[in-house]
């Protein structure tokens, strides 16, 4: 059930999340288009975040009946962008904020192959344009994302595939080489340090890593020592991450993942990130 209450991200951290975003192509594609429809309504990097919380209700609904809770997820956002922080919105503001979010769903879930008709979520998508297509303002952002799409094919080549719900599939031919030395120093086991390399590219936010280092601690893997995660994190894979920020987000959840709740939006995402970790750590210490 996806939570009533919004609350904007507040400036400073939606330009963190944003320098992290732009690394991705879709985000960059989606980023324009966007910011035309954003007045007084969700930036493009909330609605990012607010469609990635939509993807995990879709991974915990059954794939078979996926697309016929379209119209209850857009009632369930309605509902939740009724308000912005504390700032009453009419029903067409909402419904706009809905059409933004489900939209962007849309085209994460457009990504999942190269030939729409081998497309795994074919009918998701098909049921989120059908309840979309009333909304006014889709048609201009489905125009201004295809153009905005070929520019980028044009200057960059092919957006790349990946399924936002499905498992990412993990073979030895995709796990990263790391020397000797560089496992040693990171105090971790080779298979760890893959799975933090697979895990690296979800991290949308710094605090996201909170996920990764609440899983190794659990596990015994590291000590309980912020700052040297944090600059075992910046060693390895080149990502400098602030301890001060990251332990302020450790107290703000709790040490104990079962604790979390999924009530707050940023440890809502952090548990389906906590679940990714867990599940890709069982598959390569499976290898």
Same mark, same amino acid.
């Given at each position: 059930?996806?939570?009533?209450? +919004?609350?904007?991200?507040?400036?400073?951290?939606? #330009?963190? *999340?944003?320098?992290?975003?732009?690394?991705?192509?879709? +985000?960059?594609?989606?980023?324009?288009?966007?910011w035309y429809?954003?007045?007084?309504?969700?930036?493009?990097?909330?609605?990012?975040?607010?469609?990635? $919380? %939509?993807?995990?209700?879709?991974?915990?609904?059954?794939?078979? *009946?996926?697309?016929?809770e379209i119209?209850?997820? $857009? !009632?369930?956002?309605? #509902?939740?962008?009724?308000?912005?922080?504390?700032?009453?919105?009419?029903?067409?503001?909402?419904?706009?904020?809905?059409? /933004?979010?489900?939209?962007?769903?849309?085209?994460?879930?457009?990504?999942?192959? #190269?030939?729409?008709?081998?497309?795994?979520?074919?009918?998701?998508?098909?049921?989120?344009?059908? &309840?979309?297509?009333?909304? !006014?303002?889709?048609?201009?952002?489905?125009?201004? &994302?295809?153009?905005?799409?070929?520019?980028?094919?044009?200057? #960059?080549?092919?957006?790349?595939?990946?399924?936002?719900?499905?498992?990412?599939?993990?073979?030895?031919?995709? /796990?990263?080489?790391?020397?000797?030395?560089?496992?040693?120093?990171?105090?971790?086991?080779?298979?760890?340090?893959?799975?933090?390399?697979?895990?690296?590219?979800? $991290?949308?936010?710094?605090?996201?890593?909170?996920?990764?280092?609440?899983?190794? /601690?659990?596990?015994?893997? *590291? %000590?309980?020592?912020?700052?040297?995660?944090?600059?075992?994190?910046?060693?390895?894979?080149?990502?400098p991450l602030?301890?001060?920020? $990251?332990?302020?987000?450790?107290?703000?959840?709790?040490? @104990?993942?079962?604790?979390?709740? @999924?009530?707050?939006? @940023?440890?809502?995402?952090?548990?389906?990130? &906590?679940?990714? +970790?867990?599940?890709?750590?069982?598959?390569?210490?499976?290898?």
């Open positions: 059930m996806i939570d009533e209450q +919004f609350k904007h991200i507040v400036r400073q951290k939606q #330009e963190r *999340i944003k320098r992290k975003l732009y690394e991705d192509p879709l +985000f960059r594609v989606l980023y324009m288009p966007l429809q954003c007045n007084n309504d969700l930036s493009p990097v909330e609605t990012w975040q607010e469609a990635l $919380m %939509v993807i995990g209700e879709l991974k915990a609904t059954e794939s078979d *009946i996926r697309h016929l119209a209850s997820i $857009m !009632e369930q956002l309605k #509902e939740r962008y009724s308000c912005f922080d504390q700032h009453e919105r009419s029903e067409d503001e909402a419904i706009h904020s809905s059409m /933004l979010v489900m939209a962007t769903v849309m085209f994460m879930l457009g990504g999942a192959s #190269e030939v729409w008709m081998e497309n795994p979520h074919r009918k998701l998508c098909r049921s989120i344009s059908e &309840v979309l297509s009333r909304v !006014e303002g889709y048609k201009q952002l489905c125009s201004d &994302v295809k153009t905005s799409e070929q520019r980028t094919v044009d200057d #960059e080549g092919p957006l790349p595939v990946r399924d936002f719900i499905g498992e990412e599939k993990v073979s030895i031919g995709e /796990l990263p080489h790391f020397d000797v030395d560089i496992v040693e120093r990171s105090g971790l086991k080779l298979h760890v340090l893959q799975a933090i390399y697979l895990m690296k590219d979800r $991290m949308t936010a710094d605090n996201d890593w909170i996920s990764i280092y609440a899983v190794l /601690l659990d596990r015994h893997d *590291i %000590v309980k020592t912020m700052t040297s995660f944090c600059s075992m994190i910046n060693d390895v894979f080149g990502i602030n301890s001060r920020y $990251m332990s302020a987000t450790l107290r703000d959840h709790g040490e @104990d993942i079962e604790k979390w709740s @999924d009530v707050y939006d @940023d440890q809502r995402r952090h548990l389906s990130l &906590v679940k990714e +970790f867990r599940k890709l750590l069982g598959k390569l210490e499976r290898k």
